[in-house]
Structures are given as C-alpha cells and as structure tokens.
C-alpha cells in the first residue's frame, strides 16, 4: 500500500501565503514525480506544478512567480509554497505521485485525500 498524506491548507487573505505539504509512505521502490494539481468548484482538476526525480519543475502559467515546489527525496516529501495567493486560487489541492511499489513493481499514479485553500477577505 502506498499512501500520500498532505497538509498545510486553510484560510487566507488575498496576498497572504500558505504551506502545503505532502508525505509519501508504504511499500515505496521508488518515486519518480511529485506534484501538486487542484480543483475549483464546478471546474476540472488542473495541473499546479509538477517537479520530476531528477529534472526541471514545471509551473501553470497561473501560478509562476507565485507558487514554489520542493521535494526532500529522502524524506519522500513534496512541499509547495504558495505567496500572493488570490481568490482564484481557491480549491482543493491535491498531492500527486508516480510510485513504483515494492510489491507489484509496477509504477502508477497516487492521489493524496485533498487539502481545502481558501481565499478570502
């Protein structure tokens, strides 16, 4: 079993700053992408910034210069430092992870359980 864990969401003022954080764990070989997606209501889930195992991150354009995603792979953690967030911002944030299991050997994408941000005045 392979789980992601986030957290670090809550409420914020337009131009206020959040945290998020996401853990990996269970039968784990090997992780290969980490990232970060959300969804707003009534809208599709879209991609927020994606950082590879040994590669270039990669940012939607919304988000440039706002937004900034670490991963600590010994820790198999994925962090996302979001500033100058705005009222689009708002959704649920979701952990993302490709993952080669030390059970099946096969590699497949995880979803964390989802992280509510909020913004507002």
């Known amino acids: 079993q392979v789980q992601l864990v986030e957290s670090g969401g809550g409420l914020v003022q337009p131009g206020g700053s959040l945290r998020l954080s996401c853990a990996a764990s269970?039968?784990?070989?090997?992780?290969?992408?980490m990232g970060w997606y959300r969804q707003a209501p009534g809208k599709q889930r879209e991609l927020v910034a994606i950082?590879?195992?040994?590669?270039?991150?990669n940012y939607a354009e919304s988000v440039k210069g706002r937004f900034t995603i670490s991963r600590d792979n010994a820790k198999k953690t994925v962090d996302m430092q979001m500033n100058s967030l705005q009222l689009e911002d708002t959704a649920v944030y979701y952990c993302?992870?490709?993952?080669?299991?030390?059970?099946?050997?096969?590699?497949?994408?995880?979803w964390g359980q989802g992280t509510q941000v909020t913004v507002s005045s």
């Open positions: 269970g039968s784990i070989f090997s992780i290969y992408v």
């Open positions: 993302y992870a490709v993952i080669k299991s030390t059970v099946t050997a096969i590699s497949s994408a995880y």
């Open positions: 950082i590879p195992s040994g590669g270039t991150t």
